[in-house]
């Protein structure tokens, strides 16, 4: 079976712009978590979605927004991009809210 | 506020030997504790996890011993492998199980 998988692997962007990031989760999984992660950092909570609905939200600014479609896919939304949004987006997916998540390889973004 | 919390950035072990990973915890309401192996450009892998009611959770080489009373827990790594050498994040959540916290990470560097 597939892993998480994300889309894009790298990204550039300016201030001020603004990213959609996609994530695919396992096969049967319902849950999707997005994180962020700077270096020398664990990854931090921004979202959780269950069943296109969102259970959980981190300490991130109202720029940050997420959805989840029918397929249990996901997208995080970043608008008005700062320089300090650079980092390593994770997305984890989980059969159900309180399981464990299994991660994917992230999507590097790089604000300039 | 860091409420997963790895104080030793670094371990250095000879091939063989004992791993002792450890991780401290704040938040009394955190129930479930899992530990994550990360290599360079890859997201983090799930390795074990332990609940609340254990104290103890074996997986092969890997065992994870949880004191409640002193909001401690350790991965305990026996016998070291070099291709154990990775960052290794402990992370913990609540009755809700919908965000996950992570420590900063503790980077095993196994010595052939």
């Known amino acids: 079976d597939a892993g998480v998988t994300q889309s894009p692997t790298h990204l550039i962007k300016t201030r001020g712009q603004h990213v959609t990031l996609r994530c695919s989760p396992i096969s049967g999984h319902k849950s999707v978590s997005w994180y962020q992660q700077v270096l020398g950092q664990g990854p931090q909570f921004i979202f959780q979605?269950?069943?296109?609905?969102?259970?959980g939200r981190g300490n991130f600014p109202d720029r940050f927004s997420a959805r989840q479609f029918p397929n249990y896919s996901s997208e995080l939304n970043v608008n008005a991009l700062l320089l300090g949004d650079s980092a390593l987006y994770l997305c984890a997916s989980s059969v159900d809210i309180s399981y464990e998540q299994y991660f994917g390889p992230g999507t590097r973004l790089t604000v300039t | 506020d860091q409420q997963v919390k790895q104080n030793s950035p670094s371990l250095s072990v000879q091939e063989g030997r004992i791993s002792i990973l450890n991780c401290d915890y704040t938040?009394?309401?955190?129930?479930?504790f899992l530990w994550y192996k990360k290599y360079p450009a890859e997201g983090p892998t799930f390795l074990i996890s332990?609940?609340?009611?254990?104290d103890k959770n074996e997986d092969g080489r890997f065992t994870v011993f949880l004191n409640k009373s002193a909001k401690h827990l350790s991965l305990h790594i026996v016998p070291s492998q070099p291709g154990d050498s990775a960052v290794y994040f402990c992370a913990a959540s609540g009755l809700t199980g919908n965000q996950f916290y992570f420590g900063t990470g503790t980077s095993l560097t196994v010595i052939p």
């Open positions: 332990i609940s609340s009611i254990k």
């Open positions: 979605y269950y069943e296109k609905e969102e259970r």
């Open positions: 938040n009394s309401m955190f129930d479930y």
